[in-house]
């Protein structure tokens, strides 16, 4: 229904006036990874290579205004962005974006930014918390002993439905920030994996859950990537300043080096951030940051709350166009308004009942 609707709406007009509507505003793509491993796994966190480098081409022939982010950010504040103007984002660094995007993007010469979290791609060990997803939902249907996995106060749990894997696998994270650090982690990951019949190191060997090496991401430099901060620990310590600080300066330990400048453009990992903190980033000479709140940036827009545009596997072509001209952002300040209606009126009828 919602692709019919899409498609009725392109037809009569309406995605080229909202394109002419929005013009003003900064459109900021936000990409995470590549899927290496059979079928697919993820909608917003990978996309197929095909997909990444259909969608490139689609952006290389649209008419869009392709910017470097810093330029971008630089041209919002001044308010001189060309119409339409838009931005690529790449999260965390996979190394499927070293192995697929970066071809991609290579191949229509467009300029794009990927944050990129460092211990994972400095030690090279497979996010510990992707593995664990990806095995349990992997071993949906059978039984997994979590006490005899060393887990305290854990039993057997039956993988039959997405509730009790979710909970089996927090409880497993929970169990690897607590007790357990990245060689900790890999470790367990395999135990996991030989409880639920699978081959750990088979995993491993296809660098399916690998952020890029410090290599790669030096390669990705040369060839025109622009690396920016995503902390060092893929975590925002929102109540703790020093915390903070210390992710970013690990984070920026690592990267500058490897940029051969100094680094100022932030993404907040998966998205956590409070306003409260905006000052502490200030202080740390952060310029920019993005968000995974949906829309597109005007004048207005608080350049460290940045809205981007999610794109993933299971977004179509017709719905990545009705995001990036304009015209689901209208909707949804058409939308805003009657909520609040909504939501004053159901407030005041509650206050006189």
């Known amino acids: 229904m919602k692709t019919r609707l899409f498609k009725i709406a392109k037809a009569l007009g309406l995605f080229a006036l909202s394109r002419r509507l929005t013009q003003g505003g900064l459109r900021i793509l936000c990409y995470h990874g590549i899927w290496l491993g059979e079928g697919h796994y993820g909608n917003f966190l990978f996309m197929s290579p095909e997909k990444f480098a259909a969608r490139m081409a689609f952006l290389a022939r649209a008419g869009y205004p392709l910017l470097p982010l810093g330029e971008a950010v630089e041209r919002l504040r001044a308010g001189s962005l060309p119409a339409g103007a838009t931005a690529i984002t790449i999260d965390d660094g996979w190394h499927g974006t070293y192995r697929h995007m970066l071809p991609a993007l290579e191949a229509h010469r467009l300029p794009a930014t990927v944050y990129v979290t460092t211990y994972c791609a400095e030690k090279q060990y497979p996010v510990f918390d992707l593995v664990v997803r990806y095995l349990l939902d992997r071993g949906a249907g059978q039984e997994l002993d979590l006490a005899a996995l060393g887990i305290a106060g854990a039993g057997r749990v039956r993988l039959d439905t997405p509730e009790a894997r979710g909970a089996a696998g927090e409880a497993i994270m929970a169990h690897g920030r607590e007790a357990l650090d990245g060689a900790g982690c890999h470790a367990f990951g395999a135990r996991l994996a030989a409880a639920l019949g699978f081959d750990y190191d088979a995993l491993v060997?296809?660098?399916?859950?690998?952020?890029?090496?410090?290599?790669?991401?030096?390669?990705?430099?040369?060839?025109?990537?622009?690396?920016?901060?995503?902390?060092?620990?893929?975590?925002?310590?929102?109540?703790?300043?020093?915390?903070?600080?210390?992710?970013?300066?690990?984070?920026?330990?690592?990267?500058?080096?490897?940029?051969?400048?100094?680094?100022?453009?932030?993404?907040?990992?998966?998205?956590?951030?409070?306003?409260?903190?905006?000052?502490?980033?200030?202080?740390?000479?952060?310029?920019?940051?993005?968000?995974?709140?949906q829309g597109i940036n005007f004048a207005d827009a608080p350049v460290l709350g940045l809205k981007r545009l999610l794109d993933g596997q299971d977004v179509e072509l017709i719905e990545f166009e009705a995001e990036l001209c304009g015209f689901i952002e209208l909707t949804r300040r058409l939308r805003r308004p009657f909520r609040r209606s909504v939501g004053g009126t159901t407030a005041a009828e509650h206050a006189a009942g």
């Open 205 to 293: 060997a296809r660098r399916i859950f690998h952020l890029m090496s410090p290599a790669e991401l030096a390669d990705a430099v040369e060839r025109g990537f622009d690396i920016q901060l995503h902390t060092h620990r893929h975590r925002t310590p929102l109540d703790d300043p020093e915390a903070l600080a210390r992710e970013i300066a690990d984070n920026r330990a690592r990267l500058e080096p490897i940029a051969k400048r100094r680094l100022h453009h932030f993404c907040y990992p998966s998205g956590v951030y409070e306003r409260k903190i905006w000052p502490q980033l200030e202080a740390l000479e952060i310029e920019s940051a993005t968000t995974i709140e």
